[in-house]
C-alpha cells in the first residue's frame, strides 16, 4: 500500500506511526491497531451473548435433580429445598413463556425464608447459584436504608445483579437475587411509623416496586444518584427473589397465635400436638406482619418456607459428609503443604459437642475447629512433618487455652 498523509478515522494516528491502513469507503481508513481491537470488542460482546443460554432448546434442570444437586453440599432442610428448586425451575419455564402468544401469563413466585442464624439459609443460596444458568446476586439488607440517608439505595440490588451479568442489561433482567438479612429492614412496632424509619419500613416500601416489577434507573456503579449520572434502565419484571431471614424471636409470635406457653408447666390439653421445640414450622404470613413486615411486602413473598434446627446428628453429618465440608477443606489446605491431616473420631464429637452448646449452628463448627487447628496451621508449614493427627486432649486443651466460652449465646 502506497504511503499517505492520511490519518486513521478511530485514533487519529498518520500512517508513519502505524503498520498499514485498511481503507473503506469515502476515504474513511483504519489502522491495524484499531482492527485488532475492534476485533477483541465483537469478539468479547459474542461470548457474552453466547454465555446467555436459549431456554428453548436448553435442556432444564428438573425440581428433584436441582435438589439432589443441593444435597451434596446442604445437610437436611428438605422442605426448604424442595420449595427453593421448584421456584427456580418455575422461574425458567417463566422465562420460556415470554415468546408465546398466549392470553395466559405466568406471574413469578418470590420467596421468604426463615430459619435460625447458621441452618444454611445463605449457604443454600450460594450453592444453587452454581447451578443455575442464569445470572444470580447475593445482597444485604442491613445496609440499605430509603434514598437521601447514609447506606445503600434500594437499586444498589440491582447494581450487584448487572456486575454479576457483566453489565449485560438483558442477561440481568432474567436473574435471580437473595437478599439476606430481610428481617433487619422490619419496622420497630406493629404500628405504622408516624416518623421516617429509613432503614425498616421505608426501605421496605422501596422494594416493593422491585419484588413487583417495574422498570428501575439504576446507577451502573453503585452509590448515590446525582444529575449528570448516567443509568441503566432495569426491569425487573423478569427478575426472581429470593428473601432470608433469621427473624430472632418471631416464635413468640407464633406461641401467641397458636396460644401456647413457651416457657412453663401447664398447657392446653387441645395445644399437645404443637412441638414447642421447633415453632418455625407453623410460621404463617401473619406471623411475619406481627414481626414487623408490612402487609404489601408479605403479598408480594407468596411462597413461605422454614429451615429446621440444627440437632446434633445434622451438626455431626454437616462436619464431614457435604463436598465442601469443615473437615475436608482443612485436611486439603494441609495437603496442599504435603501433610496428611487427620482427626480422631473424638474431637469430631467434641466439635459438635461445643457447637450445640454455644447454639451458633453449623457457624460454630467452623469457629470452633479454626480455634483448635490456629497453633498447627502458624507452625507446621514450617516443620518437615508429613503427617499430623488432631486428638482429643489437644483439641480440648486449645479449647480451653483460648477461653471459646466467650462465644456462648445466652
Known amino acids: 500500500m502506497a504511503k499517505s498523509n492520511k490519518n486513521c478515522s478511530f485514533c487519529g494516528r498518520p500512517e508513519s506511526q502505524v503498520g498499514f491502513f485498511i481503507m473503506g469507503l469515502d476515504g474513511v481508513h483504519i489502522c491495524n491497531e484499531c482492527a485488532i481491537q475492534a476485533s477483541e470488542i465483537v469478539k468479547e460482546n459474542t461470548t457474552r451473548m453466547s454465555n446467555l443460554p436459549n431456554l428453548k432448546n436448553m435442556k ?3 425440581p428433584i435433580e436441582i435438589k439432589q444437586y443441593l444435597d451434596e453440599f446442604v445437610i437436611g432442610q428438605d422442605e426448604a429445598k424442595k420449595f427453593l428448586s421448584v421456584a427456580v425451575y418455575n422461574h425458567y419455564k417463566r422465562l420460556m413463556q415470554e415468546d408465546t402468544k398466549d392470553d395466559v401469563e405466568i406471574e413469578k413466585s418470590n420467596i421468604i425464608m426463615v430459619g435460625y442464624t447458621g441452618t444454611g439459609k445463605t449457604l443454600l443460596a450460594r450453592t444453587i447459584a452454581k447451578k443455575l444458568h442464569v445470572p444470580f446476586a447475593i445482597v444485604d439488607a442491613t445496609v440499605l436504608t430509603e434514598a437521601g440517608y447514609v447506606g445503600e439505595d434500594i437499586e444498589s440490588i440491582l447494581t450487584r445483579l448487572l456486575q454479576v451479568a457483566d ?3 438483558k442477561a440481568a433482567e432474567r436473574g435471580i437475587i437473595f437478599i439476606d438479612e430481610i428481617d433487619k429492614i422490619a419496622r420497630k412496632s406493629d404500628n405504622p411509623s408516624i416518623t421516617r424509619d429509613v432503614s425498616g419500613e ?6 416493593l416496586k422491585l419484588l413487583e416489577g417495574a422498570i428501575v434507573n439504576v446507577p451502573p456503579q453503585g452509590g448515590r444518584k446525582h444529575p449528570d449520572q448516567k443509568m441503566i434502565a432495569v426491569n425487573t419484571q423478569n ?3 429470593v428473601c432470608g431471614g433469621a427473624f430472632d424471636g418471631i416464635e413468640k409470635k407464633i406461641a401467641s397465635r397458636l396460644n401456647t406457653r413457651v416457657v412453663g408447666y401447664t398447657a392446653d390439653k387441645e395445644n399437645e400436638s404443637v412441638d414447642k421445640h421447633n415453632l418455625l414450622q407453623y410460621i404463617a404470613p401473619q406471623d411475619l406482619k406481627s414481626f414487623g413486615l408490612i402487609p404489601e411486602i408479605i403479598g408480594r413473598l407468596p411462597i413461605l418456607t422454614y429451615l429446621e434446627p440444627l ?3 445434622a451438626l ?6 457435604p463436598k465442601n465440608s469443615i473437615i475436608k477443606q482443612y485436611t486439603k489446605l494441609f495437603k496442599m503443604d504435603e ?3 487427620t482427626f480422631d473420631e473424638e474431637v469430631l464429637e467434641y466439635i459438635v459437642d461445643k457447637a450445640t452448646e454455644f447454639k451458633l449452628g453449623a457457624r460454630g463448627l467452623r469457629s470452633i475447629t479454626e480455634t483448635i487447628m490456629m497453633d498447627e496451621m502458624f507452625e507446621m508449614p514450617s516443620k518437615k512433618l508429613n503427617n499430623l493427627t488432631i486428638s482429643l486432649l489437644y483439641a ?3 479449647i480451653e487455652k483460648a477461653n471459646i466460652n466467650r462465644l456462648k449465646t445466652a
Open 60 to 62: 432444564l434442570p428438573k
Open 167 to 169: 453489565y449485560d442489561v
Open 202 to 207: 421505608g426501605v421496605q416500601q422501596g422494594l
Open 239 to 241: 427478575i426472581l427473589f
Open 311 to 313: 440437632d446434633r446428628v
Open 316 to 321: 455431626r453429618r454437616i462436619l464431614t459428609e
Open 339 to 341: 501433610i496428611d491431616l
Open 396 to 398: 480440648q486443651s486449645k
